[in-house]
């Protein structure tokens, strides 16, 4: 049984030293894993007077050498797929760890991961660069949230930004890894979009959200339903529902009066 209920059963008994018979499932007890504990003395099982018992750890040393070699740390309770697979035989059945991959394009020239890149030179030969984040250091900085705007984004977008795209979405663990005088976020201005943009400001307070100056025209001609696919409305976070930034709040409340959202690709102007 290699998932997290056996995974948990070990940790604690660990720390603990002894868990009440009746506090371990039946699930745990019917399985080869905990067979495998109990002959092979890693735990036993002693009576209680008044009725029932506990296991209690009987070899420490080695029960710890078990739970390391079966499920490997990996930053705390962070688990790469790998790791998930090799613990739980699922990749999704732990908290993932970011993988921090970014791609990364622009005209001017950055310290990524230390080195000194010249974006322009793989901009204009291949459209963008891609790259494990460990640091970045450049002067203006600009998220933007879908792949097909990214590729686009300097044309709506004044010149000096470096834009990034995040594979797999937004998170501190990227936006922690950057430092830069100017911080923009071009986000779908939706609830999601909003909820990015805050995260970003949460570490840089002096982060501005992208806004179209014909925002209003935009919304008003190309504006989406906010109602998901299953038929569902899209819900905000806690963090958009209490904020009081000024453009959070207009946004915001354009989605709940109108059931409409803008996506970001329609401030492009339409291809001939």
């Known amino acids: 049984m290699q998932n997290k209920t056996f995974k948990n059963f070990v940790n604690k008994i660990l720390n603990e030293d002894k868990i009440s018979a009746s506090q371990v499932g039946n699930s745990i007890k019917r399985s080869s894993d905990f067979t495998t504990l109990i002959n092979g003395g890693f735990i036993d099982y002693l009576p209680a007077v008044t009725g029932g018992g506990n296991y209690y750890v009987k070899n420490k040393e080695s029960l710890e050498k078990y739970f390391t070699d079966k499920y490997p740390k990996e930053n705390g309770n962070i688990y790469t797929a790998i790791g998930n697979v090799n ?29 000194e890149t010249d974006l322009n030179k793989y901009t204009d030969i291949y459209g963008t660069f891609s790259a494990t984040l460990k640091s ?12 097909d705007s990214y590729l ?3 044309q709506v977008i004044m010149k000096g930004f470096v834009f990034i795209h995040t594979y797999g979405g937004i998170g501190k663990s990227v936006v922690n890894k950057i430092n830069a005088k100017e911080i923009l976020v071009f986000p779908d201005y939706d609830f999601k979009g909003l909820h990015n ?16 100056n014909n925002y209003e025209n935009l919304f008003e001609t190309r504006s989406r339903t906010i109602k998901t696919k299953q038929g569902r409305e899209q819900q905000p976070s806690k963090q958009v529902l209490e904020s009081q930034e000024e453009i959070v709040v207009k946004i915001r409340t354009d ?13 492009f102007k339409w291809a001939t």
Do not use: D
């Not at 970045?136 to 792949?147: H, P, R, S």
């Open 87 to 115: 613990s739980f035989r699922n990749t999704k059945a732990g908290k993932r760890e970011s993988q921090n991959v970014i791609l990364i394009r622009g005209q001017e020239t950055v310290l990524l991961n230390g080195i």
């Open 152 to 154: 686009l984004a300097e």
């Open 136 to 147: 970045l250091e450049a002067k203006k900085v600009c998220f933007v949230e879908n792949l």
């Open 197 to 212: 943009f805050l995260l970003v400001k949460s570490v840089f307070p002096n982060t501005k959200l992208f806004i179209p």
């Open 255 to 267: 989605i709940f009066k109108h059931k409409k959202f803008l996506e970001q690709q329609a401030v």
